[in-house]
T-cell receptor, first 111, second 112 residues
Framework: GDSVTQMEGPVTLSEEAFLTINCTYT??????LFWYVQYPGEGLQLLLK?????DKGSNKGFEATYRKETTSFHLEKGSVQVSDSAVYFC??????????FGKGTKLSVKP | DGGITQSPKYLFRKEGQNVTLSCEQN?????MYWYRQDPGQGLRLIYY???????QKGDIAEGYSVSREKKESFPLTVTSAQKNPTAFYLC???????????FGPGTRLTVT
């Protein structure tokens, strides 16, 4: 069935470090892919998306490229800030037309 | 400002009581969704609706019920049949079924 695998957290980085959060998925065809971010006690916010192979989604310094060969959608940011501390969710659209969520990756950025 | 509102932010109930969580959107979106989130976990789909007066069960619908009488509103009732109702509940909407979803701020339900 459809599934998504994200790297286990928590991930702890110093401010201005490079961030990579790995995401791979199993789904039928070439689904749209999304990254969402959740700050403590809040709902999810759409961070970026890609709707077809080789698309690059970007927003607020974050980027992710839709790699159909490796069924991956890794999230990257060149220089993280303390304000980026949150939980990040990779979510493809599954064969039933619903978003498939993994457990999320918690990021903590220290000053 | 357009958006999704959920109320209340915190809700406390006694075991055996039904409780209804509110979700309203003014984005003119056709599709709406309810998710449940448990600590350290991802989101699990409870119910979704693609149009008014129509809704479908998600992965964990048992013990929950919904209605969609208006495009803007998609209330969720947590019934006494739900064995572990304490959780964070998130409502979302999208223009259409396969589009990106926008989330409300969530309601944290505690049942004792």
């Amino acid at each position: 069935g459809d599934s998504v695998t994200q790297m286990e957290g928590p991930v702890t980085l110093s401010e201005e470090a490079f961030l990579t959060i790995n995401c791979t998925y199993t789904a039928t065809g070439y689904p749209s892919l999304f990254w969402y971010v959740q700050y403590p006690g809040e709902g999810l916010q759409l961070l970026l998306k890609a709707t077809k192979a080789d698309d690059k989604g970007s927003n607020k310094g974050f980027e992710a490229t839709y790699r159909k060969e490796t069924t991956s959608f890794h999230l990257e940011k060149g220089s993280v800030q303390v304000s980026d501390s949150a939980v990040y969710f990779c979510a493809p659209i599954g064969s039933q037309g619903n978003l498939i969520f993994g457990k999320g990756t918690k990021l903590s950025v220290k000053p | 400002d357009g958006g999704i509102t959920q109320s209340p932010k915190y809700l406390f109930r006694k075991e055996g009581q039904n409780v209804t969580l509110s979700c309203e959107q003014n984005l003119n979106h056709d599709a709406m969704y309810w998710y449940r989130q448990d600590p350290g976990q991802g989101l699990r789909l409870i119910y979704y609706s693609q149009i008014v007066n129509d809704f479908q069960k998600g992965d964990i619908a048992e013990g929950y019920s919904v209605s969609r009488e208006k495009k803007e509103s998609f209330p969720l009732t947590v019934t006494s049949a739900q064995k572990n109702p304490t959780a964070f509940y998130l409502c979302a909407s999208s223009i259409r079924r396969l589009d990106e979803q926008y989330f409300g701020p969530g309601t944290r339900l505690t049942v004792t």
